[in-house]
């Protein structure tokens, strides 16, 4: 009894002693209400603690169980084409270059992809039985039928008047872009302006009816809490019905590499006055439930066809609109006048997501029901996190969970991927190559494929990544092969810049490139009289072209070599051109230029223009200052320069400062 009573006197010391007991510790003066109070509170909070440990157990059960599940994480920025690579009927790959395999992991993943190469479309099961296909597929229709709208409205916006700015009332040339600097390009007067407007009235008149449904199905697509989803802007709808000014597609850049410059040309196929309101929902988005056949009304199913009849029956439906402008629509893009605008301010629809142009009659059909290829060029940006899960069986081993997380790839959604890099096993990175022409959009001045090339270098240098496989996609090679189809002339921009120095093995390429039909004409840059004479005597094919940087303090260096290019009916093309007063002022040249420019009423620089093309060179400069554009694009209306006048220049250049730059030992 002793024992005892030392050991409760010890225990109740401790009990005093510790703050939590002293805490939990009933009061003394406690009625029995309080007390049953008390205990019935405790029960409740032993309840929650006793189901959150077994959610704790399940969930590390779980953990224990995904152990053998593959996560994938599909990486590349906005436009990338990952969505479109986990689309739920398959997948078609446009490109493709691995990395060699370094693991089993990795080893599977390769077969799993060399198998999805050599198939136009390969299954991607992603627990989806076929009527939940179906079902699906349907509900792209709107998205498609957005796609086609909204590609019509930006021919509207590239034929608006209000696209060109007048040049003394005639001339015209495209707003700038401060932040990327515009190819300057003399040619021929526009159309008559009052033309423009006609043709721009007669089809923004027709087409009508689509500025109310753009706007029914982006706000359809988004969710009744959730209105900036789609990004509608201010609701304004300039290219449908008023002539709001718009901005013109900025022009692609000259095959010449400026590396002094800090922006990079903008996308021909990107950039548009609808790039800041591209439609995107959030993964939460409830979208293909509103649109799948159990939200749309259906009677039955037609005897022997998949169309699905019923929903154009409501006469609220998307497709009766479109149907009303169907046959507009096919006469604006089949247009030759409308082609000739959008040539001429390098707009290439045919390269864009969403492209449904040439398919018109049978997306506006009122039974139409989407193809696999339909949904697969839908374009619907996605802004978080999506997770798809698929079981994947290799042979007659048991079928392993596949995880592929699909993040976005904007600038600003980057953050979001550093939680998924602790636990993944293979990364698939998706670039872009045909992108080497283009800006982000959320970056104007930062180029798509260096862009890609900086963020996969990141992605790889990343210590959390140090023992994951990466797969590295070389994606969209189709859209590549098609920009390279359109291009007029392929330059060399360096001699000393070719692989091992064998400008003779680069240029059989290039002669390769003009027989397969990929550009019109091929030429070469900076290229010295030895290196031009190596390329002509070896070739089977002269160069069109030698773009060079040629201005007055230069110009005698090059006689040997504008004898040769006249021989040989190659065209010099200058660069540069306006280094005497730009980046040697003060010289010699300039009273020359001065006095000259008083005779015919113009300024030093366009002097030089009228200098270089009374010599039978083609100029190319650049300038993002609006004032600038128009002084270049005027020199074609300024009187010739005299005899004397052209010997002034090129006597007063003789005499001026070093030519500073390229090596020219070797030109003339």
Known sequence: MAAYNGYSQAARRRSLSDPLARVLRP????????????????????????????????????????????????????????STTLKPRGVRLRTLAAVPPHSALLDRAVRLYDLLIRLDYA????????????????????????????????????????????VHDTDSVHTLDSGAPSVIVVGPLPPDRQAIVEKYEYYTSR???????????????????????????????????????????????????????????????????????ELSVRPTSKWKKTFSLSGTKLRSTSPGTNEVMGWWEDPADPVHALAQCSRAMVELWRDQWVQARLKDKRIRLEESSGFYLNEIPRITAKKYFPTDDDVLKARLKTVGVIEHSFALSHGGN????????????????????????????????????????????????????????????????????????????????DLLRLELKSVDLYLIHLARIVPGGNIVAAWEEFEKIKKDGLAKSIGVSNFSLAELKTVVESGSIKPSV????????????????????????IVIEAYGSLAPITRFPGGPVDDVLKSISKRIGGTPAQVIFKWLLAKGIVVVTQSTKEHRVKEYLATVDLPDLTEEEIAAIEEAGAKGPPVLGVAFENFG
């Open 398 to 477: 048991k079928a392993s969970t596949w995880r592929i997380y699909d993040v976005g790839g904007a600038r600003h959604q980057r953050q979001a991927w550093a939680p998924y890099f602790t636990d993944v096993n293979a990364i698939i990175f998706l670039a872009p190559i045909s992108a080497f022409d283009q800006v982000l959009d959320e970056a104007p001045d930062v180029n798509r494929l260096e862009d890609s090339l900086l963020l996969f270098r990141s992605v790889a240098s990343n210590k959390l990544l140090a023992h994951v496989d990466l797969i590295l996609f070389l994606n969209k090679c």
């Open 207 to 277: 087409l009508t009816p689509l500025e109310q449904l753009e706007e029914r199905l982006m706000r359809a697509l988004s969710d009744d809490d959730e209105d900036e989803a789609t990004h509608l802007g201010d609701g304004s709808a300039p290219g449908w019905t008023t002539l709001t000014p718009v901005r013109g597609p900025q022009q692609r850049p000259n095959i010449h590499i400026d590396t002094h410059g800090q922006a990079s040309p903008i996308s021909p196929s990107l950039r548009s006055p609808l790039s800041r309101s």
């Open 27 to 82: 009061p003394q003066d406690e009625t029995p209400e309080e007390r049953q109070r008390r205990l019935t509170a405790e029960q409740e909070a032993k309840k929650i603690s006793d189901t959150i440990d077994q959610q704790l157990r399940l969930e590390g059960a779980e953990r224990k169980k995904n152990k053998a599940d593959i996560k994938v994480l599909l990486l590349g920025q906005s436009e990338s084409g990952k």
């Open 546 to 569: 030698n773009q060079i940087q040629l201005h007055a303090y230069n110009y005698a260096v090059y006689k040997g070599l504008f004898e040769y290019c006249a021989k040989h009916n």
């Open 123 to 166: 299954e991607f099961q992603l627990m989806h039985n076929p009527a939940a296909f179906h079902a699906e597929r349907i509900a792209w229709r709107s998205v498609i039928y957005l796609n086609l709208v909204r590609s019509v409205r930006r021919i509207l916006d590239a034929i608006a008047p209000e696209a060109d700015v007048d």
